[in-house]
């Protein structure tokens, strides 16, 4: 075979993964919206409505692992802060203003992370990675002693508006359906956003400060202005996943945001398989069945999770994504 037919070839290989997986996505959605319709168990669709909500919160710290290099022990403070945020909204202010409700969420989620990213920006490595647990800590202090956020007893009887849509109403958020559609809706939106930006242009030099950070900055750009704004986009994402966690629980308590919690958004990040986006919604899947199986057999269920998640690790050291990537480079090979 000469090289013209092996790029022939090769080229081909690429169209039929391309096709691959527009195919599985073509699915998959088609699955996913059917799911409420064709499930007669709440139960089923409250889990998977879960797995989407954390599947979001793991994208967006792949976002910030994956792409910036940048680790958080606590991403998921991020997710408290917005949900905090939206529940006090809704229950003191205006109780059926859903869309606000959310910019607010997402607004002062955003504000507390911009100092917060200023000062972490400013280190790299471990130092990042301790400095979200100090900050983390601090919130889940905060949240834990005042008393608008109810304490250590939590934020309780958070109103759950109508989903209004350009004057359609599609029902209120506590129909399991209505919330299960919104949140999927909300999670393939946030996944778009998140898949332009990481093969932008802007993606890209994020992907260039995380191979060599000293190399960006001689050829010109402002690597801690980049890290910064990385932050940003991930907290953002972050707080849309808090928004849909309170209006999906109607509840949210301080062990929300503790660093046990945070720990498990990690696993879900590792078993999906970093610098992938849908790799971590299908680590987060993953994890939450099992925990939610497990739990319901013993009351020791954490030391079968870990156990359970050792060994995906060790034997898929890249994560679900990664059988994607060896299938591409399988067909690259031939």
Same mark, same amino acid.
């Given at each position: 075979?000469?090289?013209?037919?092996?790029?022939?070839a090769f080229k081909?290989?690429l169209q039929s993964?391309?096709?691959?997986?527009?195919?599985i996505l073509?699915v998959?959605l088609?699955?996913?919206i059917?799911?409420?319709f064709?499930s007669?168990?709440l139960?089923?669709?409250?889990l998977?409505?879960?797995?989407?909500?954390?599947?979001?919160?793991a994208?967006?710290l792949?976002?910030?692992?994956?792409?910036?290099?940048?680790?958080s022990f606590?991403?998921?403070?991020?997710?408290g802060?917005?949900?905090?945020?939206?529940g006090?909204?809704?229950?003191?202010?205006?109780?059926e203003?859903?869309w606000?409700a959310?910019?607010?969420g997402?607004l002062?989620?955003?504000i507390i992370?911009?100092?917060v990213?200023?000062?972490?920006v400013?280190?790299?490595?471990?130092a990042?990675?301790l400095?979200?647990i100090?900050?983390?800590?601090?919130?889940?202090t905060?949240?834990?002693k005042?008393?608008?956020?109810g304490?250590?007893?939590g934020?309780?009887?958070?109103?759950?508006?109508?989903?209004?849509?350009?004057?359609?109403?599609?029902g209120?958020l506590?129909?399991?359906r209505?919330?299960?559609l919104?949140s999927?809706?909300?999670?393939?939106?946030c996944?778009?956003?998140?898949y332009?930006?990481v093969?932008?242009p802007?993606?890209?030099?994020l992907q260039a400060?995380r191979?060599?950070?000293?190399r960006?900055s001689?050829?010109?750009?402002?690597?801690?202005?980049y890290?910064?704004?990385? =932050?940003l986009?991930?907290? +953002? %994402?972050?707080? $849309?996943?808090?928004a &849909? @966690?309170?209006?999906?629980?109607?509840?949210?308590g301080?062990?929300?945001m503790?660093?046990?919690?945070g720990a498990?958004i990690?696993?879900m990040?590792?078993l999906?398989?970093i610098?992938?986006?849908?790799g971590?919604?299908?680590?987060?899947?993953?994890?939450?069945?099992?925990?939610?199986?497990?739990?319901?057999?013993?009351?020791? =269920?954490?030391?079968?999770? +870990? %156990?359970?998640? $050792?060994?995906?690790? &060790? @034997?898929?050291?890249?994560?679900i994504?990664?059988?994607?990537?060896?299938?591409?480079?399988t067909?690259k090979g031939?």
């Amino acid at each position: 075979m000469n090289s013209m037919q092996r790029n022939d070839a090769f080229k081909l290989g690429l169209q039929s993964i391309k096709i691959y997986k527009i195919i599985i996505l073509a699915v998959v959605l088609i699955a996913l919206i059917s799911f409420p319709f064709i499930s007669n168990s709440l139960f089923y669709i409250k889990l998977v409505t879960s797995m989407m909500i954390y599947g979001l919160l793991a994208m967006s710290l792949d976002f910030l692992l994956g792409y910036t290099g940048l680790l958080s022990f606590m991403h998921n403070a991020y997710l408290g802060i917005s949900a905090y945020i939206v529940g006090i909204f809704l229950i003191n202010i205006a109780p059926e203003a859903l869309w606000l409700a959310i910019f607010i969420g997402f607004l002062g989620t955003t504000i507390i992370a911009v100092p917060v990213g200023w000062i972490q920006v400013r280190t790299g490595g471990l130092a990042f990675a301790l400095l979200t647990i100090a900050f983390g800590m601090m919130f889940y202090t905060l949240v834990w002693k005042l008393e608008i956020t109810g304490g250590s007893d939590g934020l309780m009887g958070v109103p759950l508006p109508d989903l209004k849509i350009i004057g359609f109403d599609f029902g209120n958020l506590g129909d399991p359906r209505t919330m299960y559609l919104f949140s999927l809706a909300v999670l393939v939106i946030c996944y778009i956003i998140a898949y332009r930006l990481v093969h932008s242009p802007f993606g890209a030099v994020l992907q260039a400060i995380r191979e060599n950070e000293e190399r960006a900055s001689f050829i010109g750009y402002n690597v801690h202005r980049y890290k910064f704004y990385g =932050w940003l986009i991930s907290c +953002g %994402l972050a707080s $849309i996943s808090g928004a &849909l @966690f309170i209006l999906y629980k109607g509840y949210i308590g301080p062990p929300t945001m503790t660093i046990f919690a945070g720990a498990g958004i990690l696993m879900m990040v590792l078993l999906g398989g970093i610098r992938s986006l849908w790799g971590p919604i299908i680590g987060a899947c993953i994890f939450i069945y099992i925990e939610d199986y497990i739990s319901s057999l013993t009351v020791h =269920w954490k030391t079968y999770v +870990g %156990l359970i998640v $050792i060994l995906l690790v &060790l @034997f898929l050291p890249r994560g679900i994504a990664g059988l994607s990537s060896f299938m591409q480079r399988t067909v690259k090979g031939t």
